[in-house]
């Protein structure tokens, strides 16, 4: 779909309207000029200063029919930001542009003109700003289009976060730590994770493991020095049970040694996603160091699909690993489904949660299937057939009831540009067997320090909120080069950011 744009001189509008457009149409282009070749003309009128924005706009179709909508808003009051002024001013284009393609498409968007990740830190900065939860609500229904349906999912996520994490926004002072293992016994078709084949590596896995060990050593040399707490610790990747029980062993040694109080760590949690590399030794290691919450990923139980996506598991491995991580001792097992797998409706995800009942985890993350750029089945999309936006939402209700019904809570969300039906990612848990680290990584409340290949840091200055990313090279030989200059560097922040003169002193 080609979209031309008039009124709207300044550039920095194409961005956001072309994710808008991307949420009604599948592949959409965006033109700041008049083009006789566009499917759609939308003509804006603008009026904005320092203290109020009025916009207007009109839809011109190619068969004559016109939509139309208007909104103006007074602009809540800022400092010298230019930013922040074009980001009210960006908002309030965006609702009428959202508006008039709802009316002509007759697609409502339940996330209204929302096109990031984090939905829910929306909500988090209006209770930390001490607006009464009706007026919120209401301003999340007007400013920005969200239906009740979601707004009342955010409440519910929000508040389920506050119960688990009652110091939730008084945490700046501690840290979280992610550990990326890179290596999979498979890549999956979705996937575009730093996740390499194991297999034939062993002289990467080697030296990869020898950078990450002093990482770890570094960076807890600094936690100590400064009395910093770690809150959470998190070992993703790739599937960080890929390695050997010896070389687990070995890790989780080195993270006694090296980090400050690990007894008092409130989380750590190892992703087992893939069941082909969960073994009892390795679950004996877990359990050696205490290690009880893991994941064990189905993602389908139909075996179709988990041949199309390139997952080398069968779904009797799932169960089978499940029941043998029980018998080990793991008592907070979490496990992954995908609505709209290629080749999977309706009948296919009832399916799953009919086998999900049969062992009832601890926790049940519900993702919706995105086309990430780089994955393989988006540079092949043509040969993989996925569900409707119809069907796709009706999945979604099932998790939904599905949940509901089981004594399941949503305590956190997040969304994907791409991601079918413009839907969410929703964590569901047993009450008191939420994940601190999902909490903390979606709020963005804390420091996050990523720890090995491509893992990403998160410093966050709490006396602003801005956000500072640095991430490691994703793949292991540009990691083994550069691991100690991508130290130093994270501790040069890190200590900027806990310094004395620093915010955090």
Not at 90 to 114: C, E, M, P, R
Not at 436 to 459: D, R, W
């Amino acid at each position: 779909m080609r979209i031309s744009i008039l009124g709207l001189e300044d550039e920095r509008f194409k961005r956001p309207l072309t994710l808008i457009a991307n949420l009604f149409f599948e592949e959409s282009q965006i033109v700041i000029s008049a083009d006789d070749t566009a499917d759609l003309l939308i003509k804006f009128d603008l009026q904005a200063d320092d203290a109020a924005v009025s916009v207007s706009a009109e839809l011109h179709d190619q068969v004559g029919a016109v939509y139309s909508s208007e909104y103006q808003k007074e602009l809540l009051p800022f400092s010298d930001s230019a930013k922040e002024h074009f980001k009210q001013v960006k908002n309030a284009v965006s609702h009428v542009y959202l508006t008039v393609l709802q009316d002509f498409t007759g697609i409502t968007q339940k996330w209204g003109i929302l096109t990031g990740v984090r939905p829910t830190k929306l909500l988090h900065k209006k209770i930390q700003e001490g607006i009464p939860l009706e007026a919120t609500h209401q301003q999340l229904k007007d400013d920005y289009l969200i239906t009740d349906e979601k707004i009342e999912l955010m409440q519910q996520i929000v508040d389920r976060q506050l119960a688990v994490v009652p110091d939730l926004y008084s945490l700046e002072r501690e840290v979280s730590i992610y550990i990326g293992i890179p290596f999979c016994p498979t890549k999956c078709a979705y996937c575009t994770f730093p996740a390499y084949a194991i297999n034939g590596r062993k002289g990467s896995v080697d030296s990869f493991l020898g950078g990450l060990h002093y990482e770890m050593r570094k960076i807890g040399e600094w936690l100590k020095e400064k009395g910093i707490k770690i809150t959470t610790v998190y070992y993703g990747g790739g599937t960080p049970t890929s390695i050997t029980a010896e070389e687990m062993d070995m890790l989780y040694e080195e993270m006694h040694a090296s980090f400050p109080d690990v007894t008092g760590i409130r989380e750590i949690t190892v992703e087992a996603g893939r069941p082909d590399t969960i073994t009892p030794e390795k679950l004996a290691v877990l359990k050696k160091w205490n290690i009880d919450r893991i994941s064990i990923n189905p993602q389908s139980y139909t075996q179709e699909t988990l041949k199309a996506i390139g997952r080398h598991h069968t779904v009797d491995e799932t169960i089978d690993k499940f029941h043998l991580a029980r018998t080990a001792g793991m008592n907070n097992i979490n496990m992954d489904l995908i609505i709209g797998l290629p080749g999977e409706g309706v009948k296919e995800f009832t399916h799953s949660l009919d086998e999900t009942e049969k062992l009832m985890p601890e926790s049940l993350t519900v993702h919706t299937l995105s086309f990430k750029r780089a994955s393989e089945m988006t540079k092949n999309r043509d040969k993989y057939k996925v569900a409707d936006r119809v069907e796709v939402e009706k999945m979604m209700n099932l998790a939904q009831d599905w949940t509901a019904s089981h004594g399941y809570v949503p305590y956190y969300l997040y969304r994907q540009k791409n991601i079918l039906g413009n839907l969410e990612n929703v964590g569901y848990s047993q009450p008191r067997q939420e994940s601190i680290y999902n909490i903390m990584i979606m709020e963005e409340q804390q420091t996050i320090i990523g720890l090995g290949c491509g893992a990403s840091s998160k410093f966050i200055d709490p006396s602003n909120g801005k956000i500072t990313h640095f991430a490691n090279p994703k793949d292991p030989k540009s990691y083994n080069d550069s691991f100690e200059a991508y130290t130093e560097e994270k501790i040069k922040i890190l200590d900027e950011l806990f310094s004395e003169k620093g915010s955090l002193a």
